[in-house]
């Protein structure tokens, strides 16, 4: 079975810095996708950045970015220029490809990230 | 497109009483999720349907817990004699099919249930 583990349950950062979270995963596949969503105090799972695993380059959206190390298992997320709008929780996800069957997405346990002003 | 909306957002209910929720998924997704969140965890999976079809439940999806999604559009899910336990956030989700898409999957709002 696919875990995701994320070892850092709180994470905070200067308002413009950088910070990076961690994520690692657990497969057998070859193929599949990652994905980063983002959980505000409002609850809803909003999606930041997918990877796909066949694609060497890293995935990138505006001041989010991410580090894919697939031999290494590990799918960093980088935020960028930290804006008080970015404090949320951050989950990492893993999803086999469509077919067969186990669509669903597999979860880590978040990590809480906050922005100091 | 308004994204997937789940109502009602806040249940209230007395153990024992059964409760039911709804997700309207983006139009033109076939495939809908539902998903648990307890607080401080992250969301686990419940089942999953491709269509009207419930192609998968996990072992979370207790006797208690039904699911449907009749001609293949809104979801149900019914939580039937409530526990304390079953308190947490429920959370629809939906896809497209196609490989364009990058099997990106959307969240609603959640519904919360309280069991008091």
């Known amino acids: 079975a696919q875990t995701v583990t994320q070892s850092q349950p709180e994470m905070s950062v200067q308002e413009a810095e950088t910070v990076t979270l961690s994520c690692t995963y657990d497969?057998?596949?070859?193929?599949?996708?990652l994905f980063w969503y983002k959980q505000p105090p409002s609850r809803q799972m909003i999606l930041v950045i997918r990877q796909e695993a066949y694609k060497q380059q890293n995935a990138t959206e505006n001041r989010f970015s991410v580090n894919f190390q697939k031999a290494a298992k590990s799918f960093s997320l980088k935020i960028s220029d930290s804006q008080l709008g970015d404090a949320a929780m951050y989950f990492c996800?893993?999803?086999?490809?469509?077919?067969?069957?186990?669509?669903?997405?597999?979860f880590g346990s978040g990590t809480q990230l906050t922005v100091l002003p | 497109d308004t994204g997937v909306s789940q109502n009602p957002r806040h249940k209230i209910t007395k153990r024992g009483q059964n409760v039911t929720f709804r997700c309207d998924p983006i139009?033109?997704?076939?495939?809908l999720y539902w998903y648990r969140q307890t607080l401080g965890q992250g969301p686990e999976f419940l089942t999953y349907f491709q269509n009207e079809a419930q192609l998968e439940k996990s072992r979370l999806l207790s006797d208690r817990f039904s699911a449907e999604r009749p001609k293949g559009s809104f979801s149900t899910l019914e939580i039937q004699r409530t526990e304390q336990g079953d308190s947490a956030m429920y959370l629809c989700?939906?896809?497209?099919?196609?490989?364009?898409?990058?099997?990106?999957?959307?969240f609603g709002e959640g519904s919360w249930l309280t069991v008091v």
């Open positions: 497969t057998s596949e070859s193929d599949y996708y």
């Open positions: 996800a893993y999803r086999r490809p469509s077919s067969g069957s186990a669509r669903q997405l597999t």
């Open positions: 989700a939906s896809s497209p099919t196609g490989i364009k898409t990058g099997n990106t999957i959307y």
């Open positions: 139009s033109e997704h076939n495939r």
